[in-house]
């Protein structure tokens, strides 16, 4: 497959990036960073079990787990297929939080193969540019791949502006390769959660499983 038609199949799952980029909070406007991205970086994926204790979530789509002190926050929508997680006791008015969308219930892209480093930088390639939908930090982002479990899981990590002036850290999830395409969000406000909130995202990736509607 060429690469421009590689390229076109992640376009078709970038309608609502943007949008979970910023449900923690919108971004002020900034120019692009100049300056050349990160190069990926293939990890060993960590199959230990975690240190805190977990709770089932399941939906018509999906199911997976997240912590037991965590529950489904109000800013989830059922229309865009959109679940937000935050503690259920936060201890600030914008807590650190982790959020799940399908993009598409048809992936275009299952038989690629996720470990070849061509598709990885193509992938990389696709996330800094504008038809992912992402702000311009993530141009300067840390991009990774790792293999959790059976499915390759890329991600592009970055810090932004909050609208109240707060620096977060945010650090976008794919999976790779399932019957939907996903998109995991981690935000991090600095507020000291437990567990971290990208701890918990890696989690969410390696207990998901694809539910028949």
Known sequence: MKSIDVIRTFVSG???????AGCAGDPQSTSAPTGSAPSSEVIAADQSQPTWETQEYEDTYLSYEIPAGWKKHE???DDMRLTLFTQQEPTTDMPSNVCVQILSLQSQSKDFDYADPEIQELYHQFLISSD????????DGEYATE?????WVYSISFAREAEDGTMVQQTGYFPMGLDYTLAIWATDYKDGC??????????ICETLC????
Request: glycine residues 6%; without cysteine.
């Open 14 to 20: 970038s309608l609502f990036l943007l949008l979970l």
């Open 75 to 77: 800013n989830s929508s």
């Open 132 to 139: 992912s939908g992402l702000t311009a930090e993530a141009q």
């Open 147 to 151: 293999q959790i479990g059976d499915t």
């Open 194 to 203: 437990t567990p971290p909130v990208e701890e918990i995202a890696k989690h």
């Open 210 to 213: 694809i539910l028949e509607p």
